[in-house]
């Protein structure tokens, strides 16, 4: 049965077509995947069914009507909601009211509490979440469970299309398949999800079809996921042939390790680390969620307290106390979360870049030399192919690969040495992962340190040339690139073998 449908809809903004005649039939009982690189057009179709946007021109229909939401209300009472990777809950209300804000049930001119108690545990109890004790604050709890809350209140609307975008971009492999789990159960009664990720695996495994965008425009329209290969709806994706998806990786010819962490300890994992790079090396970080490698490398930039250990870079012992000593001894880390930790999203292209290192555009009066700035910034932002309409563009604008180039361009404006990457591809489409790829190559090519810390195994083993792997805040093996395998690195992250 069909429950949604936009027809030959456009929609324009200053300089972009976004959508360009787009025609999409969204079913019941079936998944729909919605795939495309960065500026494919995805979230703005969302957001046409959402009410988020209108369209210039074109027809969206909720089952046989005609509809134009002016919205986000409107459409989740019309039966489409959507959820996305950046949960909208207010972190200090607790689930209950959470989940009824702005739609409490009332009996009289009263909310009815009874009556909203017992609603929100029946909806908890259809996401799977009927553990989550519905008085607590929605701030402590995991992320997994704010997903299952922000699903639950796009049921209290009784929605039968629901949009979940990047929403596994921080749940573990367990809670992924809870999620999956729930998606079939909602397929099988009847919901249309329409579900959109980069994790192309996620995707064939999922989806039972596929739409594929790209510059606005569909591509292919309902294909049966099932008959095409990853690498066939990538190719498709992206216009051309995926050969190269990793870059030719170069050779490490040092001898001499550059960067020495030795039996290092912090307030957030007890267990020695030790370990070594070499100028040029990219050498990756393997483990499950939660198994340190983040904590350690908070300890290493300074960001967690270091209880015993020492760190060398080049023969010089270091003592690290804070991010500043570790930029200033040419260490930067660009954390897992760039949005929320990494970037100051209302602000311009060149104050991201420069933050770290201002002193290096101030002028003898402490002012910021504004032509050097736009001079330094531009030259970067060419060099490294960040695609804005100028480094006065505010961050929070770019799509997910830009927002990762600009902290890239940030490194090379501290004169980083050793640059540590937390998931430097999550979020990001796979065009825009090639490309940070080639920028990891050729700057390691420079004599750059890359540690690279990646829940996506195939990932490392084909940029890094040698992998460490974590367990339980534990480094428990180190895999020269030759003899490494996806198995080999699930099995040492499990504790297998």
Do not use: W
Request: hydrophobic share 40%; aromatic share 6%; proline share 2%.
């Amino acid at each position: 049965m069909l429950l949604a449908q936009v027809k030959n809809v456009r929609k324009a903004f200053p300089g972009v077509q976004a959508l360009d005649d787009v025609s999409v039939e969204f079913h019941s009982g079936e998944v729909h995947a919605l795939v495309g690189e960065n500026g494919a057009g995805k979230s703005t179709l969302i957001k046409l069914l959402c009410g988020v946007y209108q369209p210039d021109s074109g027809l969206v229909y909720v089952g046989n009507k005609k509809v134009s939401f002016k919205s986000t209300r409107e459409s989740m009472e019309a039966g489409v909601s959507a959820v996305y990777q950046e949960l909208v809950l207010v972190s200090m209300l607790s689930v209950l009211d959470n989940l009824f804000l702005g739609m409490e049930p009332t009996k009289l001119i009263f909310i009815d509490k009874k009556a909203q108690r017992k609603r929100c545990a029946e909806l908890l109890q259809i996401v799977g979440g009927e553990n989550i004790d519905m008085n607590m604050k929605v701030c402590f709890l995991s992320s997994a469970q704010q997903q299952l809350v922000c699903i639950a209140k796009a049921l209290a609307f009784n929605s039968k299309v629901l949009i979940l975008d990047e929403v596994t971009a921080t749940l573990t492999d367990v809670e992924c398949e809870h999620l999956f789990n729930l998606i079939n159960r909602l397929k099988d009664d009847g919901h249309c999800i329409i579900y959109i990720s980069h994790r192309m695996k996620e995707i064939q495994n999922i989806s039972d079809v596929t739409t594929i965008m790209k510059d606005g425009k569909v591509v292919k329209s309902r294909l049966a996921t099932k008959d095409y290969s990853i690498e066939q709806i990538v190719n498709m994706m992206i216009g051309r042939e995926l050969k190269e998806y990793y870059p030719y990786r170069s050779v490490v010819e040092s001898k001499d390790p550059y960067f020495v962490v030795s039996d290092l300890t912090s307030e957030r994992f007890r267990e020695a680390i030790a370990f070594n790079a070499y100028p040029g090396e990219i050498l990756g970080f393997s483990g499950l969620v939660g198994s340190g490698r983040t904590e350690m490398a908070k300890a290493i930039f300074g960001i967690d307290k270091k209880i015993s250990g020492s760190i060398s870079v080049g023969g010089k012992k270091l003592n690290i106390k804070s991010p500043r000593d570790a930029i200033r001894s040419k260490i930067i880390y660009l954390p897992e979360e760039r949005r929320r930790s990494g970037l100051f999203l209302k602000h311009s292209i060149a104050l991201n870049i420069t933050i770290s290192n201002i002193k290096k555009i101030l002028n003898s009066l402490g002012l910021i030399e504004s032509k050097e700035e736009n001079e330094v910034c531009s030259g970067l932002s060419k060099e490294i192919a960040i695609k804005a309409t100028g480094v006065k563009s505010k961050v929070a604008v770019l799509s997910g690969g830009n927002q990762q180039k600009v902290l890239l361009a940030r490194s090379v404006f501290t004169d980083s040495e050793i640059i540590i990457l937390d998931e430097p591809t999550r979020g990001i489409d796979v065009g825009a992962k090639t490309e940070i790829y080639n920028l990891i190559k050729n700057y390691a090519e420079q004599g750059k340190c890359f540690i690279v810390i990646s829940s996506d195994v195939m990932e490392l083993l084909g940029i890094c040339h040698r992998i460490m792997v974590m367990r339980n805040n534990r480094i428990v093996g180190e895999l020269p690139i030759e003899v490494a395998s996806e198995k080999m690195l699930t099995d040492m992250a499990l504790g297998t073998i």
